[in-house]
């Protein structure tokens, strides 16, 4: 059974190359062991990075990917080779936390999905960025991203 569900996995287990860029990169899933259940699935990646489409200079953020999801779940490691493929690709942060947050719902279909992107400050100015497929399912037990505004982050 493992080898059924699990089989089409290619980046899982052995050694993967980073993708060159987000648009190469290929988010895989695996089924959902509770489909029809209401809960939440979240992932935090406290060290996202990209670069300024203008001067070239990194950008850091903490990412908080918040889903409920329907058939599928992301595989983890490929979420991770996706997001770091960001880490020599120019955009805004805008178009970083929405990019993001709209690939993951195209791929995975969920119930719901929401996405904080909490930018550390570029020229004085934290940009913090949020998007969500829409309202939270009624009864989901929905905690805080945890990520406290900005006053020194780190």
């Not at 178009?95 to 904080?116: F, K, S, Y």
């Not at 829409?134 to 905690?143: D, H, I, N, S, T």
Request: proline share 10%; aromatic share 12%.
């Amino acid at each position: 059974m493992q080898e059924t569900i699990y089989g089409g996995l290619r980046q899982l287990g052995g050694h993967t190359d980073q993708p060159a860029s987000p648009d190469k990169a290929v988010l895989e899933t695996v089924p959902n062991p509770h489909p029809g259940t209401c809960y939440l699935v979240r992932f935090t990646c406290p060290e996202f990075t990209s670069l300024c489409p203008v001067t070239g200079q990194p950008d850091f953020a903490t990412l908080v990917i918040d889903y409920v999801p329907r058939e599928l779940l992301v595989e983890s490691k490929s979420l991770k080779l996706y997001l770091t493929s960001f880490r020599n690709h120019g955009d805004f942060h805008e178009a970083c936390t929405v990019g993001i947050g709209r690939r993951l719902a195209e791929t995975l279909d969920p119930v719901w999905l929401r996405i904080g992107g909490y930018w550390y400050p570029r020229g004085g100015i934290p940009i913090d960025v949020f998007w969500q497929t829409g309202a939270p399912p009624e009864g989901l037990w929905l905690p805080d991203q945890g990520v406290a505004p900005y006053r020194g982050r780190g």
